[in-house]
């Protein structure tokens, strides 16, 4: 090797061990960080380990175990330091209870919640304060299991079951032959509603219950050039979106479901047929659907008898 | 033929089978029960199977007391009355009453650290 070539050989090797020098800093810097929650972890596990009954160490097989990630918490973030825990500063028989998520009080629950909200502060959850969850003293751990791999509200195909443990109703519906496809696993519960609370009705996902339905079924939308009030209003007028007997998700079966609405004041009101004149034929059965066929909106410019006819 | 057994002689044999299999299931160690009761309560915080926590091994409480008389009535006693345990640095703190107001259980827990 010439001369030169060495110089310039050195001066590469010096540059690329400069440039290194931070890295290895950093490295430092996280294995410290690292060893730091470690130990603090070490405080909870020393007696908590691979022995107790609900499995605590499979945290560090969730997202919250990640140690090399700076954000993720220690026991302590979440349970508090426990002094009085730790120390047993009673000597009694029984433990004084862990700071937060141990057996306490109705009125030290929103404790609980703070623990989670303090990292989880994301717009989701903004409307969790006032909303039906929080008013009935619902905390995150009622839904969420932290120590499990698997938090079964989260998964699409059991999300259904941790709902169900207190809506019961949704649990009866939602097995009836017209629904949606939950029991399928291709829908769940969150796909509608905000269970961290929301600005609309009933934990909506949306501001209202159309502009949650319209996200899926968007050509209800509209806007027509004649349109059907109660589909601009609210979907569920007409529909039970947890599941009915009756096909479409209608809480009815036409035309009991629409004379609930259109008094029986033209054909509606004369006796059922299937001949006859315009107002008086057709109402046997499910007549009402068979002329109004585009009963969520029309766009058909025709003025056909009135502008309400909903027809093709 | 005398090698032919008799009603009278089956329901015999039937009895005292029966009564061997009762005895040995009264008296048999049910060593899965009672390390599922020692992870209920708690035990196994403190203690562990076969290395020293902030209470002795199993193991080590096992090596000590098998075979000494009357041990497994102490050891009874000493879980049910929550007496004072010290601690290596010189603390002491009631050791923990089990839950469980089943002698049987608390039995079987004992005879299984002792078999250990």
Known sequence: ?????RIAASLALLAGMTGMAPAFAADNGKQEQIEKSQAQDAICTRCH?????????SIHKTAHGVKADGRTPTCQSCHGTSEDHVKNSTNASERPAVDRFGPKAKSDRPK?????????????????????????DVVCTNCHQMHTQNDRVRNKATQPEVCFACHKEQRAQYTRPSRHPIKEGKM????????????G?????RDSVTATCYTCHMEKRGPFVRSHQPVQEDCSICHNPHGTTTPNLLKARPPFLCQQCHEPSTHQGRNASLTGTATGANTLARGCLNCHTNIHGTNNPANINNERTMRR | M???????????????????LVSSSASALDAAGAEKLARQEGCLRCH????????????EIAAKYKGKADMEAKLISHLSSGRKVKFEDGHEEEHKIPKTKDPEQIKNLIQWILSL
Request: glycine letters at 6%; charged letters at 20%.
């Open chain 1, 188 to 199: 769940a519960c969150s796909d509608c509603h905000n269970p961290h609370g929301s600005a």
């Open chain 2, 2 to 20: 005398n090698s032919i057994i008799t009603t009278r002689e089956l329901f015999a044999i039937g009895v005292a089978c029966a009564a061997v």
């Open chain 1, 49 to 57: 380990d691979h022995n107790e009954q609900k499995p605590v160490l």
């Open chain 2, 48 to 59: 562990g199977i076969d290395r020293a926590k902030d209470g002795p091994a199993y193991k």
């Open chain 1, 201 to 205: 009705p009933t934990l909506m996902l």
């Open chain 1, 1 to 5: 090797m010439k001369y030169w070539q």
């Open chain 1, 112 to 136: 609980d919640v703070q623990a989670c909200v303090a990292c989880h502060n994301s717009g989701k959850r903004s409307h969790w304060q006032g909303s039906a969850h929080e008013k009935a």
